[in-house]
């Protein structure tokens, strides 16, 4: 059964960094490889509804941000670790949310529902 596993996660002060990682497992199971699916992060803040964050697809094209972060976070990309990684630098209040990764096949969507494989989600709070 695939599985994403993120971790990283934790209290940062404003104006600091987290690096974020999701590692996929069991893709093989879905009947095709790691590479063609797309990977993507999302975050939620309770009560507001699960937005996209940013969208890598192949080896290292990201094909999406958010507005909020661009400039500010990057997401990578090692296919041979089976790993994605978000590095958030100069984080503010409003980036507090739970961290997810998510895996979808073929095609980037910033849409929840088009959405194949979920992790549980990581916690980042940014808080002096």
């Known amino acids: 059964q695939p599985q994403l596993v993120e971790s990283g996660g934790g209290l940062v002060q404003p104006g600091g960094s987290l690096r974020l990682s999701c590692t996929a497992s069991?893709?093989?199971?879905?009947?095709?490889?790691?590479?063609?699916?797309?990977m993507s992060w999302f975050r939620q803040v309770p009560g507001k509804e699960r937005e996209a964050v940013s969208c890598?697809?192949?080896?290292?094209?990201?094909?999406y941000y958010a507005d909020s972060v661009k400039g500010r976070f990057t997401m990578s990309r090692d296919n041979a670790k089976n790993t994605v990684y978000l590095q958030m630098n100069s984080l503010k209040p409003e980036d507090t949310a739970v961290y997810y990764c998510?895996?979808?096949?073929?095609?980037?969507?910033?849409?929840?529902?088009?959405?194949?494989?979920w992790g549980v989600g990581t916690l980042v709070t940014v808080s002096s």
């Open positions: 890598i697809r192949g080896a290292d094209i990201v094909t």
């Open positions: 069991g893709f093989t199971a879905s009947g095709f490889t790691l590479d063609v699916y797309t």
């Open positions: 998510a895996a979808r096949f073929l095609v980037c969507s910033n849409a929840v529902k088009d959405v194949n494989y």
